[in-house]
């Protein structure tokens, strides 16, 4: 089984890449109130592990994967790492029109499941080439806010098309891009539904019933990485910061133990 996508969370302001290297590490983790709990830093090992790695945040709506993504990334910067930010779909130009289209309630027409698992990985197959390739050729350690895992689990196991179709459309779009590990955050249904947004896309209007198909393709990804090298899964159940001790307890099995 290969890597997915997805479903979308339309944040506010656009989530452009962005490309950052901390020189003081010290000093800037001064700015932030956040630097004063030790939870919320990485160890001098982990970041190390890190650099040069692709990492994936992904999981179902509501899973509070995009706080934790937020916070990971200030830890990530304060550590000294320098860090690629991309999203999906989006991340480039085209990206985001793609974005625009996915996201949109339309009035006059339904867009079909395949339209919509290809237009996800035309922003992806543009997101290769132009960011996160170079991206990793740098150096850099490329934190994704989803990727592939997302649309096995929402026009995969959720909406229908075999995982098979995904996964030939998913080496076409990638191009040999593929990340070192996917965290899966996962949490129950009524956790997940407490923390939606009142103002739905498209695709987290679509309902409980098509939720708890993409939680269970969430979790059959990690189901079929029994080692957890490719698929991490995280507790997202409890408090922000036992999240992030929890992400930090996945990365550190992964990567340096």
């Known amino acids: 089984m290969a890597t997915t996508h997805h479903k979308c969370s339309r944040d506010a302001t656009l989530f452009s890449v ?11 983790s001064q700015a932030g109130s956040e630097s004063d709990n030790p939870s919320c830093e990485l160890s001098q ?11 994936v945040f992904d999981g179902p709506d509501g899973s ?7 916070q990971f990334l200030a830890a990530t910067k304060r550590a000294g790492i320098r860090v690629t930010e991309v999203r999906e779909p989006g991340g480039t ?7 625009d289209a996915l996201l949109e309630h339309l009035d006059r027409e339904e867009m079909s499941l395949r339209c919509e698992m290809l237009l996800y990985m035309a922003s992806r197959a543009q997101l290769c080439e132009q ?19 997302s649309t096995y689990a929402y026009q995969g196991a ?4 075999p995982y098979e179709e995904i996964e030939s459309a998913a080496k076409i779009a990638m191009v ?14 009524e956790t997940a539904a407490s923390r939606l947004n009142p103002l739905l896309d498209r695709m987290e209007a679509k309902g409980a019933e098509f939720h708890a198909r993409v939680r269970n393709g969430y979790r059959s990804l990690v189901e079929s990485d029994p ?3 490719r698929y991490l899964k995280v507790d997202a159940k409890g408090t922000p910061d036992e999240v992030f001790e929890n992400i930090k307890r996945v990365l550190t099995r992964r990567f340096v133990d």
Do not use: C, H, W, Y
């Open 18 to 28: 962005s490309v950052k290297t901390m020189t003081n590490p010290i000093q800037e």
């Open 64 to 70: 509070g994967k995009s706080t934790q993504l937020s």
């Open 45 to 55: 090992s982990l970041a190390s592990a890190l650099a040069g790695k692709f990492l």
């Open 158 to 161: 959720a909406g229908g098309i």
């Open 131 to 149: 960011v996160v390739g170079p991206a990793l050729k740098r150096g850099d350690l490329v934190v994704a806010d989803r990727f592939v895992a």
């Open 93 to 99: 130009e085209i990206g985001e029109k793609i974005r």
């Open 176 to 189: 040999g891009v593929e990340p070192d590990a996917t965290l899966i955050f996962d949490v129950d249904q």
């Open 227 to 229: 080692n957890a090298q």
